[in-house]
Structures are given as structure tokens and as C-alpha cells.
């Protein structure tokens, strides 16, 4: 991989504290009490994650947000800036408590709660001229967590595509059921969309990931559908491929889909084919889910390694 051009990232949404308890049996019921085996409290949320995962992959990302006026708000600003993302976007807010979410994981399955706080007030002004001038490629994440930037998230889309930047999208899931707010109009000027099976499914009301991938591959450019344990489906255009997960053991899948995102959007951004990617990805998922919360971000020279012992073995 010496040799390439470091492409530079700007990662606009979530970053917020997650307090993760894994190693439980099953997830509670109302009512209901569990031991969990492990407790980890870190800093993550859906961007903020894959802005630590690309530049672990040698990426220069610069991250976009806000937080608050907090201990916990200047522990997301400490965290990124010690895994290599510049935080020259991140907005201190006094008015909003930092974002937090509980995770309850068995490995397996996971269930959440989310207290939205600064996530939910990004806004499009925070995106600067200067800011998109320095970056190569634009990334939103959590789209839909970010309700005071939708109303303007098809101008920064439209803006970053005049400034010749490619551009990327993860829709995560809408807590307000709605799957909507304006994403198709937005998905016209997307180069790769990263959903998983489900979110794919609700924005189209499709009942398959196969139909949801036709009719999200009319509007962006490349869709990338993540399926856990059953890999991804990828199409660009009229090429659609499917690319088996890897064999790994899992001990938490938490962050797996955004370092999955990471790997792919490191493809992408240095015009690999989508197979090649696509396989990138996958040993990046793979490598995620055999470690405990999300410090399962893998290296270049990780995943290479994981890829030629995968090619060893087969």
C-alpha cells in the first residue's frame, strides 16, 4: 500500500460516549434484570467512529460536529485527537449536554438508548467553505440523528459535488420511524451509500435487501448493503456483486457496520474495483467483531495480513 496519496476525509455528525455492556445472556425485558460479563465506557457514535477507523487506515480525516460544554464533550474531543482526527470542526456547544448512548450487547444482538443531546444539533453551518475546500471526499453519518442539518443536507451534498469532492452517507437508524426526510432526493448526488439490511428495507419499503439495492442503485452511485454475518451487497450501476463475510470468531459486533464503512470507503477513495473493496471491508468487519467494543480498529497492514492468511487457508 506505500505509495499512495493520502486522500483527506471530512467526517460530518455523531460523536457522543457509549457505555457498552457485553457478555449478557440475552437482552432484558421490560421488567427484567441481566449480568453483563464486561463494561467499557468510550467515546464513539456512528461518525466519530469511522473517523478514528479511516484514519487508523491511514486516512486524513478531519471531523465535523458538536458536543458539549462538558467533561464528556472535551473526552470525544481528547479521543479523536488522540487516534489522528483533526477536530478542527467541532463545535463546543454550551448549550447542549454531550450525546450518550447505552449499548447492551450478547455478541450477537444488541439493543440501545440513546440520549440524542448535541447530536441532534450539527448544523450546516458548521460545515465552513474552508473546511470542504480541504477535503477530498465528504461523509455524513447517523443522517437521520441529524435533524437541525436535514432541512440543508441536499445543499451540502449538492455543494460538495461542485467542489468536485466525492461524497458517502450511512443513514443509521431513524429513531423517529419516519425514513424519510428528504434521503432519496439526497442519494442523487451520493457516490457510495452504506445501510444495512434493514435500513435499506425501510427507506424503499422493500421486503428483500435485493429489491432494496434495484431501487437505491437508481439514485446513488454505488449502495453498499451490509448483512452481518451473510457479508454485503454491493452494485454500482448495472454491476451488482455479493461478497461472503469472512469466518471469524465473534466476541461483540458493536462498531463492526462502521469500521466495515471505513474499510470500504478506503477502497473506494483509492479507485479500487468494487470486489476488491468489498473484501477490504469484510476483513474489516471480520477483525472488528473478534474484539470487544469498538477498539476493533484494524491497521492496513492488519487487514492485509487477515486477507493473506484467508488466501492461505482456502
Known amino acids: 500500500m506505500t505509495g499512495m496519496t493520502v486522500k483527506r476525509v471530512l467526517a460530518v455528525g455523531d460523536v457522543n460516549m457509549d457505555i457498552i455492556f457485553t457478555g449478557l445472556t440475552s437482552i432484558p425485558l421490560a421488567e427484567q434484570d441481566t449480568l453483563a460479563q464486561n463494561l467499557e465506557i468510550t467515546v464513539a457514535g456512528q461518525t466519530g467512529t469511522i473517523a478514528r477507523a479511516m484514519a487508523r487506515l491511514g486516512l486524513e480525516v478531519t471531523f465535523v460536529g458538536r458536543v458539549g460544554d462538558d467533561d464528556t464533550g472535551r473526552q470525544c474531543a481528547h479521543a479523536l485527537t488522540k487516534a489522528g482526527v483533526r477536530v478542527d470542526g467541532l463545535v463546543f456547544d454550551p448549550t447542549a449536554r454531550t450525546g450518550t448512548t447505552v449499548v447492551l450487547s450478547t455478541g450477537r444482538e444488541r439493543a440501545f438508548a440513546t440520549y440524542l443531546g448535541s447530536i441532534r444539533m450539527v448544523r450546516r453551518s458548521d460545515v465552513t467553505s474552508d473546511l470542504l475546500a480541504r477535503a477530498d471526499h465528504l461523509h455524513v453519518g447517523s443522517y437521520y440523528l441529524l435533524t437541525t442539518l436535514i432541512p440543508d443536507m441536499l445543499e451540502l451534498f449538492r455543494e460538495a459535488r461542485r467542489r468536485g469532492l466525492t461524497t458517502s452517507t450511512d443513514p443509521g437508524w431513524d429513531l423517529f420511524l419516519a425514513w424519510d426526510q428528504g434521503i432519496m432526493d439526497v442519494l442523487r448526488y451520493v457516490d457510495v ?4 439490511e434493514v435500513e435499506s428495507m425501510q427507506i424503499t419499503r422493500a421486503t428483500a435487501p435485493a429489491a432494496a439495492l434495484d431501487l437505491l442503485g437508481e439514485r446513488a452511485r454505488i449502495v453498499v448493503i451490509k448483512m452481518g454475518g451473510d457479508g454485503c451487497l ?8 455479493r461478497c461472503p463475510a469472512f469466518p471469524a470468531p465473534v466476541v461483540d459486533v458493536t462498531s463492526a457496520g462502521d469500521i466495515f464503512n471505513a474499510g470500504f470507503l478506503f477502497g473506494f477513495l ?3 474495483g468494487l470486489i476488491e473493496a468489498a473484501r477490504f471491508a469484510n476483513a474489516c468487519g471480520a477483525i472488528s467483531v473478534s474484539r470487544a467494543g469498538n477498539t476493533g480498529m ?5 487487514v492485509e495480513a487477515f486477507l493473506a492468511a484467508q488466501t492461505e487457508a482456502s
Open 193 to 196: 451509500f452504506l445501510p444495512n
Open 234 to 241: 454491493v452494485r454500482n450501476g448495472t454491476q451488482t456483486i
Open 270 to 272: 483509492h479507485g479500487w
Open 298 to 302: 484494524p491497521t492496513v497492514e492488519e
